[in-house]
């Protein structure tokens, strides 16, 4: 029995979802008979990217569909049922972030039609959520085929994968309220430097803490017993 069965049934009903949205802005766009809308916005909310309206309206059911395939393949690997209940976890929580994250650039593109830009404020919301919620599983996190700080440091030692995980996950924890906090100042350019601590926690969690963990087991191995 596929070990992700549960999980594409939800996955199916997430793709019907992000479908449905998708049809009913195609129908914007053809009724206010648009050529091409944008798909990308740049810091000052500009668009820079632009797309046909069928093209932009696919990119969200093709993601998902993309990740029921990844989440497919996953099911012929072994798993714990720790590993399997935060892969599932983090599964989920993408696969319902794309519904939303198609939904606010759909209705962004609508409202360029009629000289508004991206709605950065939902956006920053979204995605400060998304960071604490990862968080808050990250240090829950057991080693993983799949998801995780995988690096040699932490696929070698499982103390340093649960110390790494530990850390980085109040790290990304505090990242995300920083991104909520964006959410107040709007689309203001002010609002990027509320996502520094999440650039920052970034390079800490895959350049420093596996190194700086590794070390600090190792010391600890050699200490003599009292």
Known sequence: ??????ELIIL?????AISAISIYFYGEFKESGVEKVPIHWNINNEPN???SPLVACLI???AIILIMIATFSMSRKE???SEKKSTRFVILLVAALMVFINWIALKSAVGYTNDQGLDVTAMHLGLGLLFILLGN???KLPRSHWIGIRVPA???NEEVWNRVHRKSGKYMVLSGVFVLIASFIGDKPLAIYFYIPLFVSIIL????FPSMEKKRVEEEGKKPES
């Open 137 to 139: 599983q990250f240090g």
């Open 12 to 16: 199916v009903v997430l793709l019907i």
């Open 154 to 156: 932490t696929l070698n």
């Open 60 to 62: 969200g059911p093709v």
């Open 1 to 6: 029995m596929n070990k992700f069965k549960n």
């Open 205 to 208: 969690m895959i350049f420093v």
């Open 49 to 51: 990217n632009f797309a």
């Open 79 to 81: 798993y714990s049922s």
